[in-house]
């Protein structure tokens, strides 16, 4: 059982910039690849960017050159920097960590992220 706490999110207007963190309760994290998943008011849970345990990244076409996930094997944390933000960001972000052999997902409580127009 992992347990995945977020923090960080918040209102912001747009054109600014929040940080989210995600603390992962493992002794193998590195078994782990991580995302961001995030819920707008009505829609289902779109995925928003993951990152391997090497470091390996992938984007929605929709935050590319604007949101940056990253990772710290050490200190088992995952973090995602969004910059330039937008009103149609406003979503419930999640963290998600997916077992590379089980398989299994783990899902945070999520965390409100609000931007203003």
């Known amino acids: 059982q992992v347990q995945l706490v977020e923090s960080g999110g918040g209102l912001v207007q747009a054109g600014g910039s929040l940080r989210l963190a995600c603390a992962a309760s493992t002794d193998i994290f590195r078994a782990y690849n991580m995302a961001w998943y995030r819920r707008g008011p009505g829609n289902q849970r779109d995925q928003v960017a993951t990152i391997t345990p090497g470091g390996t990244t992938t984007y929605a076409d929709s935050v590319k050159g604007r949101f940056t996930i990253s990772r710290d094997n050490a200190k088992n944390t995952v973090s995602l920097q969004m910059n330039s933000l937008k009103p149609e960001d406003t979503a419930i972000y999640y963290c998600?960590?997916?077992?590379?052999?089980?398989?299994?997902?783990?899902w945070g409580q999520g965390t409100q992220v609000t931007v203003s127009s």
């Open positions: 998600n960590a997916n077992g590379r052999f089980s398989g299994i997902n783990y």
